[in-house]
C-alpha cells in the first residue's frame, strides 16, 4: 500500500507564510513527478507547482510565481511546497500527487494525499 500525507498547513496572516510537506511511503519502487494542488469550494482542482524526478523545469501556476518554492528531498520521498507572502486568495485545501511506481516495468499511477488546510485570513 501506497499512502501519501500532507501536513504543515493552517491559518495564517496575510503576508505570512507556511511550509508544507508531503511524504509518500509504502511499497515504493520509483517516484517521478511530484506537485501540490489546490481546490477552493466550488471549483476544479488546480495545480500549484510541480517537480519532476528529471532534468525539466519545475512549474509554477502564474498566480504563486516568486511566492512559492517546490523543493524535493528524494531520500525522504518527500516534497515541500515553501509558501511566502500569502493572500486571502490562496486560501483552499492543498493536495499532494505522486507520480509513483510500486513495480519495475509498471505503468506511472497518481496518488494522492488527504489534503490540507490553508487559510490566509486577518
Known amino acids: 500500500q501506497v499512502q501519501v500525507v500532507e501536513s504543515g498547513g493552517g491559518l495564517v496572516q496575510p503576508g505570512g507564510s507556511l511550509r508544507l510537506s508531503c511524504a509518500a511511503s509504502?511499497?515504493?519502487?520509483?517516484?517521478?513527478?511530484m506537485g501540490w494542488y489546490r481546490q477552493a469550494p466550488g471549483k476544479q482542482r488546480e495545480l500549484v507547482a510541480s517537480?519532476?524526478?528529471?532534468?525539466?523545469?519545475?512549474n509554477y501556476a502564474d498566480s504563486v510565481k516568486g511566492r512559492f518554492t517546490i523543493s524535493r528531498d528524494n531520500a525522504k520521498n518527500t516534497v515541500y511546497l515553501q509558501m511566502n507572502s500569502l493572500k486571502h486568495e490562496d486560501t483552499d485545501v492543498y493536495y499532494c500527487?505522486?507520480?509513483?511506481?510500486?513495480?519495475?516495468?509498471?505503468?506511472?499511477?497518481?496518488?494522492w494525499g488527504q489534503g490540507t488546510q490553508v487559510t490566509v485570513s486577518t
Open positions: 500527487k505522486a507520480e509513483i511506481i510500486t513495480a519495475r516495468g509498471e505503468i506511472p499511477y497518481d496518488y
Open positions: 509504502g511499497s515504493i519502487f520509483a517516484i517521478y513527478a
Open positions: 517537480m519532476p524526478s528529471g532534468p525539466m523545469n519545475t
